[in-house]
């Protein structure tokens, strides 16, 4: 993609994202996450029913009556995005391909964050660690995101996701709101997750197409597997072989789900088919309804 056609994509992403985020989710992002902990805000006269552990002895003395400590929720928060850019994310038989679906998203998370003035940073991963970009505020910052998930070109095929995990345990010390864009079709990542998901907010965005769900019945079908670089031929009118590839899609998702519900993280799973506002409608929700 040459210099003017990139800057023309970019530009188309941050007005359709940019405006979501501020129309549809600003409210819900700020409602849907904690801060990190509390601060002191500011000392007022103790009223009955104050909790007595917060009285400020100092000005209680000065003021011969007593006053307390009052707190607020420090808001800023840094968002890790943490992204698949394996061979199977380019595909796509519906509107659009699965890595143009996540761009889009992670724009929508990263304007919505940095409305809140919060940070955003982004690990990309395949079989290996392709990129790491810092957690910075800012647009450009958000504009510079877009551009090198428009851009990437991975050197690595396959997907390791355990590998993607430790590599942000390590680098990422604070606190953070991670988001985990994959299909997930990858094993044996149940170690470096539990780890994240007891130091982080962990959520784990599975983004699906239909064609990965269900095969349709065409006849013998030529498919490509891109990450293992691999032809095969499939009889696509045979029932059992349908059958059997949805059963390895059900299979899928539901070991996604339970792998990252026993370690303490949420999941959102999205069809490239049907428009993924819903579903983050429906996670914030789920979200603020909790806290």
């Known amino acids: ?48 029913g104050d909790d007595v552990r917060n009285i400020e002895w100092n000005v209680t003395a000065r003021m011969s009556h007593p006053y307390i400590k009052v707190f607020e929720e420090e808001r800023e928060l840094t968002v890790m995005l943490i992204i698949d850019v394996s061979q199977s994310s380019y595909f796509g038989t519906q509107i659009q391909m699965k890595n143009a679906l996540i761009t889009e998203i992670a724009a929508v998370l990263s304007f919505s964050a940095i409305n809140n003035n919060d940070k955003v940073g982004v690990i990309l991963f395949s079989d290996r660690i392709e990129k790491f970009i810092p957690p910075k505020k800012g647009k ?31 680098v990422v010390k604070k606190r953070s709101i991670a988001f985990v864009f994959s299909d997930f079709i990858d094993k044996d990542y149940e170690k470096p997750l539990r780890i994240a998901a007891r130091k982080h907010d962990l959520i ?23 990450e293992k670089n691999e032809v095969m031929w499939v009889d696509t009118s045979n029932k059992n072989t349908r059958v059997q590839y949805k059963k390895n899609f059900i299979e899928n998702v539901s070991q996604f789900k339970t792998t990252f519900s026993k370690s303490g993280a949420d999941t959102i799973s999205i069809n490239s088919e049907k428009p993924y506002i819903n579903e983050l409608h429906k996670f914030f929700r789920k979200r603020i309804m909790m806290r």
Do not use: C, W
Not at 26 to 43: D, I, L, P
Not at 204 to 222: Q, S, T
């Open 140 to 170: 450009s910052h958000i504009l510079r995101i877009i551009s090198d998930l428009l851009e990437v070109n991975p050197a690595g095929k396959a997907t390791n996701i355990s590998l993607a995990l430790e590599y942000f345990n390590n």
């Open 1 to 48: 993609m040459d210099k003017a056609a990139l800057l023309k994509k970019v530009r188309s992403i941050e007005i359709k994202t940019k405006g979501i985020s501020q129309n549809i989710f600003s409210g819900e992002y700020h409602s849907a996450f904690k801060g990190r902990g509390m601060s002191f805000s500011e000392v007022r006269e103790y009223t009955f």
């Open 204 to 226: 784990g965005v599975h983004i699906h197409d239909k064609r990965e769900e269900e095969l349709p019945d065409v006849g013998i079908l030529r498919m490509f597997d891109a």
